[in-house]
């Protein structure tokens, strides 16, 4: 399995670590009371990515990452934490220009596939 490459921009503050709330229905009695239904016993995370000013061959590095795995699982560690995890791309890469022609702005998406 690939693991996502190494590249020099940290996510800044608009990073995102939200679990699935999918997990759980909840449903309301004709009492008001609510029924817990628990639906899986794994609730992937999604995280959303903010990296600025990326240098262009970074950028070329993830677009070409992108497009060899956007189908399939791979690794990628969470710097927040420490932690490998198992992702895919829920969408593609956003990409802007920071105000120069050689550094981006790039947004990911990435939701867990295993626990």
């Given amino acids: 399995m690939n ?7 940290d996510p800044n ?7 699935s709330d999918k997990a759980v229905l909840i449903e309301d009695t004709a009492s008001g009371y609510p029924v817990l239904n628990k639906l899986f016993t794994f609730a992937p995370r999604t995280f959303g990515i903010e990296m600025p000013c990326v240098p262009d061959a970074d950028k070329q590095e993830i677009m070409t990452f992108y497009e060899d795995n956007k189908d399939v699982p791979f690794y990628w560690v969470n710097k927040q934490d420490k932690t490998r995890y198992e992702v895919a791309f829920v ?6 220009l920071e105000g120069r022609g050689d550094l981006w702005r790039i947004t990911l998406s990435l939701r867990q596939t295993s626990p």
């Fill in 91 to 96: 969408g593609k890469p956003g990409c802007k």
């Fill in 13 to 19: 503050l608009n990073f995102s670590d939200e679990k």
């Fill in 3 to 9: 693991t996502f490459p190494y590249v020099v921009r």
